[in-house]
């Protein structure tokens, strides 16, 4: 009997582990409003991409609303790290969740009213893309608070990664559903209507202040000039900056092209639309379930190259395709990879970054995803005017799968930097013969509790 209820106990530590980071109330107030608010961007963003090319039938004015949407992270994340180090992050995520509100409420007037127009939507991605630059840093900082230190840090990662994927997945199908039957204003109501899960449950989140940001006054840009010697002066963290930003570029802007497939590739409608949205959001959110079930961060670096080689390879497939069946199965592994990659990344930097530069690191790792996606969006949207989409596409794709063989070559030689770092956080023992990840803090960088032990 007693190695039943052992046996029983194991059984649901192990079934409860990919979980544990929900026994914080902290966490578990932001993730509920989280997964309300997600949803409702997601259906946003669907909706606002089909109105879009509704209204112009351009992939080029879908690249630059998407380039609209996200420009401002390359030039102000950055900056916005620095302030969610020296201020309260919970009262500046409250406010960027207000202001995203207010934009979802003035597209939903202007399209229920019948007078939107295209420059309308370019200055209102705008708008949510300068209130974005602010958001990501500050919310993705403050995870670390809501879980009460490091320990299960990852997986809180992992967890708001599957409901950011899961909204995904719902999200634009519910959108498709709507827009078919009403209209995209209605989508953008109901999304306005979604920020107030998440103001409600930040406004109840009660953390203790950070003494760490209550140091002597420094000038904000010698605080930013840390920060990047911080981020650029060791070479893993640089480097897988770097991939980060060239799937940006490359890869991820295929997202923007949904329209065109769906329609002029694909010969379908809004429905098709939603299910390629949601083909992509099954992947990710099977990508982050996966992470959320792993505990550690050795073998993140394999993992990353794998993800970056499944991501472009996919893109080809998809970039080829003619079938909505194969194409779902294709976009879902570009979900799964795209996902992998990104978490996996910021698991790592969360894990080993000093709380006093979170912030910044954030913000950089922000920049180089974000920043570089509005970059990639107008160039794909340019470049599939010229070319089509189909062919823009599996260019992406062939970069992606080029950085995969880069950042694989150079794996060797950036273990061989971070081994005294994983030793001394304990991730490894100081007999390990090697590595099993590829990112770490330059070794002046304080030692912090591991995430995990292998």
């Known amino acids: 009997m007693g190695r039943y209820d052992g046996a029983v106990r194991s059984t649901l530590a192990r079934l409860a582990a990919p979980f544990r980071s929900l026994r914080h109330r902290n966490f578990r107030l932001f993730l509920g409003g989280q997964i309300v608010s997600v949803t409702g961007t997601w259906m946003q963003q669907m909706a606002l991409s089909w109105l879009v090319y509704r209204l112009t039938h351009s992939a080029f004015l879908l690249g630059l609303v998407g380039f609209a949407g996200l420009i401002p992270s390359l030039f102000l994340a950055p900056v916005a790290g620095v302030w969610a180090d020296r201020w309260d992050r919970r009262r500046m995520v409250i406010a960027t969740q207000v202001l995203a509100m207010l934009q979802a409420l003035a597209l939903a007037a202007l399209v229920l009213s019948g007078s939107v127009a295209v420059w309308h939507l370019i200055a209102l991605s705008l708008f949510l893309g300068l209130v974005t630059a602010f958001d990501v840093p500050a919310r993705q900082s403050f995870l670390v608070q809501m879980v009460g230190g490091r320990d299960d840090l990852a997986n809180a990662i992992a967890l708001n990664s599957s409901a950011f ?51 002597p006054p420094v000038s904000p840009w010698l605080n930013l000039r840390e920060g990047v010697t911080y981020v650029a002066g060791f070479a893993p963290i640089r480097t897988l900056l770097l991939l980060v930003g060239l799937v940006g570029i490359a890869g991820v802007p295929y997202r923007v092209l949904m329209p065109v497939f769906a329609t002029d590739i694909l010969h379908g409608d809004a429905h098709t639309l939603g299910f390629l949205m949601g083909g992509i959001g099954v992947g990710a959110l099977v990508g982050a379930l996966f992470l959320a079930a792993r505990r550690g961060v050795r073998g993140l670096g394999r993992l990353i190259v794998v993800a970056v080689a499944v991501f472009g390879a996919a893109l080809v497939g998809f970039s080829l395709s003619r079938s909505f069946a194969l194409s779902l199965v294709l976009v879902f592994l570009a979900g799964f990879g ?75 030689s950036l273990r061989a930097e971070v081994r005294p770092i994983y030793i001394r956080l304990g991730i490894i023992p100081e007999v390990a013969v090697g590595l099993e990840s590829a990112t770490e803090p330059s070794p002046a960088a304080r030692p912090l509790p591991p995430e995990g032990r292998a």
Do not use: H, W
């Open 165 to 215: 994927n899961a909204a995904r997945l719902v999200g634009p199908a519910i959108a498709g559903i709507l827009i078919a039957r009403f209209n995209e204003g209605t989508v953008f109501l109901l999304n306005g209507v979604s920020f107030a899960a998440v103001i409600a449950a930040l406004v109840a989140i009660r953390v203790p202040p950070r003494a760490a940001a209550l140091g």
């Open 338 to 412: 795209m996902m992998l990659q990104m978490a996996s990344s910021n698991t790592i930097l969360q894990t080993i970054v000093d709380d006093d530069k979170r912030g910044r690191v954030m913000s950089f790792y922000a920049a180089a995803f974000m920043g570089t996606v509005p970059i990639g969006s107008l160039l794909a949207g340019s470049l599939a005017d010229l070319v089509g989409a189909p062919l823009t596409v599996l260019i992406g794709g062939v970069a992606c799968l080029v950085g995969a063989l880069g950042f694989a070559r150079a794996l060797p």
